[in-house]
């Protein structure tokens, strides 16, 4: 995922053939949200993962592979808890969403666990789970090529001069591979499932309402469950949220990431020309205006010659920097390790070191995962290649950090299967019960698209812009305002009056 971060960062596509999306379910889907079985139960064991609470529990839920089909096969969803240490405070449960697609539950409740029960006081059992196809639920796999799995191979960067052959190429091989080998568990994994999947897990729970805080990809799964479920929200916070548009879904949450690097960058320019670096040894330039024409050009010459490092065999790319670039803007604990890497690569003596999460392939399990649920969600369309290449060129020149890679061609132009579902239109109906927090300078999903999220959502919802730039506030990257917030309403239900600005 794979590593949080690293899947968090693998937002990709959807489609403009779907244009009408319905506020409800299809009544299809609809009669298989509730399957008439009993709540499954929930045998429990100690889980403890190092670094997170103590007192953590996993267990295994059962599911439908295809809830049109309830009696059917199932297959098994990975769920963790983490019981209130004062139940005489507690009041329900709040469910961890992750993002990705491919974010794992389990993981990020190890990893914020423990700060969610000193911030919240006992409020809640905290509860997640790894969506299907992630870490301890049912997989599926593609078969894909290790070549094909590379993070940089999963986010569709053009080559050096702009061509996207190659991309094409990877894209059909990908889609193909996906449809001889992924089966009926790979074409399960989409935000519906995911959803019908949720609402299972509060009946096996015993809960008539969850509370929920969900973060970037958990965001448009918590919309989503919000519209589909309304009477079983209780407090509902969505952290870092993206264009929820039906007609597009992923393929717009990618598209927009190069107005966000264009957003973020500047802290970084910052952060790198202040003189402080000076002691620390990490400063790049004199002016901040000097950052951005140095990363261009150093990822130009890495174009030209790839340079080792000490992964062996696995050089670093012009499309490696700009990958490397675009996921430490997601924190700024991100930027003293971008700024070595930009430093060595200044020294031609020095022989750079690979970012973990671009050293070597995801598992076959992770890169399938992440491609089925975005091409599962919605049909991609399948421009001419002339037409594909002139939106990569036009993309290139106006957002160069991003250099084309947000509107590039994936898999989901050349996906096998259509769509069983069109995507839910999220909508102002339902209880106000939404709280959203927002970076105003997010690299992945910027504040000018979370806009249509809150527009969408009308008074159902209030939200908190943070200056603080970063991607995923709350406990986080965010400040003490924008905390401060979020736990005001996890506890006492209380959110700002109206839409309001939290300055660093």
């Known amino acids: 995922m794979t590593t949080h971060r690293t899947t968090s960062l693998l937002l990709a596509l959807a489609t403009a053939t779907a ?8 009544a299809s889907a609809a009669a298989a949200d509730g399957p008439r079985s009993a ?20 267990a295994d839920l059962p599911v439908p592979l295809d809830y049109a089909d309830p009696d059917g096969p199932r297959i098994s969803v990975a769920v963790s808890r983490v019981r209130s240490d004062r139940p005489a405070a507690r009041r329900g449960t709040l469910v961890l969403l992750p993002g990705g697609p491919g974010g794992s539950g389990v993981q990020r409740l190890a990893q914020k666990g423990t700060a969610l029960q000193k911030e919240l006081a006992g409020a809640y059992d905290l509860v997640a789970f790894d969506p299907r196809g992630v870490g ?20 569709s960067w053009p080559g050096p001069d702009g061509d996207i052959s190659g991309n094409l190429a990877r894209s059909r091989r990908v889609a193909e591979a996906c449809a001889a080998n992924g089966g009926a568990v790979l074409r399960s994994f989409t935000t519906a499932n995911e959803v019908r999947d949720l609402d299972r897990l509060r009946a096996a729970l015993g809960e008539r309402k969850l509370s929920a805080w969900g973060v970037s990809y958990g965001t448009y799964v918590g919309a989503v469950y919000a519209q589909t479920h309304p009477g079983r929200t209780d407090r509902w916070v969505l952290d870092s949220s993206g264009d929820p548009d039906p007609a597009r879904v992923a393929r717009g949450w990618l598209a927009n990431m190069g107005k966000g690097a264009d957003d973020r960058f500047p802290d970084f320019a910052a952060w790198a020309a202040d003189p402080a670096r000076d002691g620390e040894g990490l400063r790049l330039a004199g002016r901040p205006e000097e950052v951005e024409p140095l990363v261009l050009s150093l990822a130009a010459s890495l174009d030209r010659a790839p340079r080792p490092t000490t992964t062996p065999g696995v050089p670093l790319t012009g499309n490696g920097l ?25 020294d031609p003596r020095a022989t750079p070191v690979l970012p973990p999460e671009l050293a070597q392939p995801l598992r076959d399990q992770d890169a399938s995962q992440m491609a089925a649920v975005i091409c599962n969600d919605v049909a991609w369309p399948l421009l001419p290649a002339a037409d594909q290449q002139r939106a990569v060129d036009e993309d290139r020149s106006r957002h160069p950090l991003t250099a084309g890679m947000p509107v590039n061609v994936t898999p989901c132009s050349f996906w096998k299967t259509a769509p069983a579902v069109p995507p839910v239109r999220i909508t102002d109906r339902g209880p106000s019960d939404i709280l959203m927090v927002q970076s105003r300078k997010d690299p992945s999903t910027p ?58």
């Open 19 to 26: 244009l009408t999306a319905a506020a409800v379910p299809s």
């Open 39 to 58: 709540a499954p139960r929930l045998d429990w064991r100690p889980c403890a993962k190092p670094g997170g609470p103590d007192a953590q529990e996993c």
């Open 136 to 155: 301890g639920s049912t997989t599926a796999t593609c078969g894909l090529a290790p070549e094909d799995r590379y993070l940089t191979a999963l986010r």
């Open 322 to 346: 700009r990958q490397a670039v675009q996921n430490a803007l997601y924190g700024d604990s991100a930027f003293p390790g971008l700024a070595r890497l930009l430093l060595a690569l200044r």
């Open 447 to 504: 504040h000018s698209a979370s806009l249509k999220m809150r527009e969408a959502l009308g008074g159902r919802a209030v939200m908190v812009t943070v200056e603080q730039g970063g991607h995923g506030m709350y406990l986080g990257n965010g400040n003490a305002c924008g905390d401060a917030a979020v736990t005001r309403f996890l506890t006492t239900g209380t959110r700002p009056a109206r839409d309001t600005d939290c300055p660093n």
